[in-house]
């Protein structure tokens, strides 16, 4: 059960209206890695967990929280598009400077939402479910998780650089300190886990079944070998099992690839052989 509190979990309230950057700002919300991504992605997780009952309860803390978030960045969006210029749109044409100001307008934040916020990037581009990650396998999903709170937080600090008003940044201050929290809060998780299974997902798979003088092989697939000098390409591997292999000149461990011919109803090009069509 979800129930809303009228009070924002932290204010989010700019100093100025900005038409333009409430369209920079759709970015963290309806973008890839935007709330309502890990709002989508955490929320799936929590509901279809099968684990241990501490993980469905954090995974659905964070994604309760990021509904949060979702309202805080449509709630500051629709402030920036407060007392917009719009009615000086006919003369932007004929003042360069209005046209410049309103240049990088989102049109739809006018035609669309009635000075509101929408769910799409900041090239309106429409949010999409399969931003989302939910496939069962915590590891999995918590080092996805991890990815998308790392690009959420680095698009919420390059907003934060890209706009000098007070009140945006200080909503964006609280938010970047929330990534900070949950890019640690996923990386406890995954040692968590890690400490009870293999690191390598999924660590149910027997490896024996794995072609396994390859399982720790880095290949030089390019030229020279700067890559040599990596943590990947020597030692330990990262899972205790075994000792990473260096592999300068990778050979082909196949043979070249000779397909049949097409049925004559696919009306592939037919292949020749000794100047006869094969039928």
């Known amino acids: 059960m979800f129930y809303h509190i009228k009070e924002l979990q932290y ?8 038409p333009v950057y409430a369209k920079k700002l759709q970015e963290i919300l309806g973008g890839q890695f935007g709330e309502i991504t890990v709002m989508m992605q955490y929320l799936f997780q929590g509901w279809n967990c099968r684990a241990d009952q501490k993980y469905r309860d954090m995974i659905l803390d964070i994604g ?11 709630t500051m969006i629709a402030r920036l ?41 900041s090239v309106g581009y429409p949010w999409n479910s399969r ?16 990815n998308a709170e790392s690009q959420g937080r680095l698009q919420a600090v390059r907003l934060y650089e890209s706009t000098t008003d007070p009140g945006v940044r200080d909503m964006l201050s ?9 890019q640690n809060q ?3 998780a995954i040692e968590d886990l890690e400490q009870q299974q293999k690191a390598v997902v999924p660590a149910t798979f027997p490896q024996e079944l794995e072609k396994q003088e390859v399982s720790y092989s880095f ?39 000779v397909l049949n011919p097409s049925p004559p109803n696919v009306h592939d090009t037919p292949k020749r052989v000794t100047n006869q069509y094969i039928d």
């Open 186 to 188: 996923w990386m406890a």
């Open 81 to 121: 598009l407060d007392n917009a210029p719009i009615q000086d749109q006919e003369e932007a044409v004929k003042d360069p400077l209005i046209g410049s100001i309103l240049g990088g307008m989102n049109p739809q934040h006018v035609i669309v939402s009635g000075l509101g916020a929408t769910p799409t990037d």
């Open 64 to 74: 309760t929280e990021e509904m949060a978030h979702v309202e805080m960045i449509a």
């Open 131 to 146: 931003y989302t990650i939910s496939s069962g396998n915590l590891l999995a999903d918590f080092r996805a998780n991890l």
């Open 219 to 257: 290949m030089n697939f390019s030229e020279g070998e700067e890559s040599k000098k990596g943590r990947w390409a020597k030692g330990k591997s990262l899972d205790g099992q075994a000792e990473f292999e260096y592999v300068s000149h990778p050979t082909a461990m196949g043979p070249p690839p």
């Open 174 to 182: 609280f938010l970047i300190a929330r990534d900070t929290m949950h």
């Open 11 to 18: 204010e989010a309230k700019p100093d100025r209206p900005d």
